[in-house]
């Protein structure tokens, strides 16, 4: 029987949870200087947290935490440090409690991308983008976590959905023509290998940190309209000519829908949740349609 589209899902609304939802609340979130952990950091603001945003470019940052004061009426403090560097986060997380005295929540977002078939991918490449989003992420867990266990706070690791499909290699980018390509993306091995790491690093930090009251989880978009990502890996795609109708909630994702799944995540309603992995991609992963 042909499917017929009644009516596709409306856009989501950030007026679902209570303002006051993370009062006296301190959330530090590497990458919050733009994309879609600067949304992130938004959302978080604007139930009432105060917060830390962390990056290498101090001028798009110091912006960037102007835009959010600005926007939310909460204090939000920018602090350059580079994520692959495990003293600048020590520093930055020094500076977070002498501004704020503690930490509840952690976005590990920062992360570094470009398209590279293996064969073109040096060694430095691989280890590079490796460096940034995966002993990133450890690196920001180990410099938060003290704060973390005190305030028996959050996680939220921020991973991709490359590595939990096949695409149709329709493009032929690798040689061959239509065939399947199982559990990747072309020319994403190096995002691919890190954020399965961070996957995993994540459940441990659960298992593990669990029983002090804390709790990790995982968040992975999908095609999120007018990111880095989608910009990149789209183009040529299905999703190029038809964006978003091949999915079946009918649109490409909107940074809403992972703020939404943020304070989801970080509010009391998720607290028996952890080891988790949120794929926000309107289900795009059941589909077989990639990037
Ligand atoms: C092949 C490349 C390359 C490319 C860089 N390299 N770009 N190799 N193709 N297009 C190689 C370089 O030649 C060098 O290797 C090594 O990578 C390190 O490059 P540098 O430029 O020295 O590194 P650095 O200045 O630290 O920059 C890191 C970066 C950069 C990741 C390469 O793109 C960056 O800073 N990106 C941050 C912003 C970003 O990418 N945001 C997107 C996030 S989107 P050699 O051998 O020459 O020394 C995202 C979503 C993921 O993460 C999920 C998608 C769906």
Request: net charge positive; charged share 20%; hydrophobic share 40%.
């Amino acid at each position: 029987m042909e499917s017929t589209i009644i009516a596709p899902p409306p856009p989501s609304s950030l007026a679902v949870f209570r303002e006051d939802l993370f009062k006296g609340k301190v959330l530090f979130c590497t990458g919050g200087g733009s994309g879609i952990c600067k949304d992130m950091t938004e959302a978080v603001l604007r139930h009432g947290a105060n917060a830390v945003i962390v990056g290498r470019k101090l001028e798009r940052l110091n912006e960037a935490a102007k835009e959010l004061a600005t926007a939310t009426g909460r204090k939000v403090l920018a602090v350059q440090a580079d994520v692959r560097e495990p003293k600048q986060l020590q520093d930055a997380v020094t500076k977070t409690i002498k501004e704020f005295g503690r930490i509840d929540f952690v976005i590990c977002g920062a992360a570094g991308n470009f398209l590279a078939p293996i064969e073109g991918l040096s060694e430095n490449a691989f280890k590079t983008v490796i460096s940034i989003d995966l002993l990133g992420t450890y690196n920001t867990v180990k410099a938060t976590l003290p704060y973390i266990r005190e305030a028996r706070g959050s996680y939220i690791h921020v991973s991709a959905t490359l590595h939990y499909k096949g695409i149709w290699d329709k493009n032929s980018q690798l040689g061959v023509v239509n065939q399947w390509v199982f559990l990747g993306i072309p020319h994403q091995a190096h995002v691919s290998a890190a954020k399965a790491g961070v996957d995993a690093l994540s459940a441990v930090i659960a298992v593990e940190e669990g029983p002090r009251g804390v709790r990790s989880n995982v968040i992975a978009p999908g095609p999120i309209a007018d990111t880095e990502g989608v910009k990149r890996l789209v183009q040529d795609s299905i999703y190029g000519k038809h964006p978003g109708k091949a999915l079946p909630l009918q649109r490409f994702g909107e940074k809403a829908d992972i703020s939404n799944a943020t304070v989801f995540l970080f509010s009391g309603a998720a607290n028996y949740i952890t080891g988790q992995i949120m794929v926000v991609d309107g289900g795009e992963i059941h589909t077989g349609l990639g990037a």
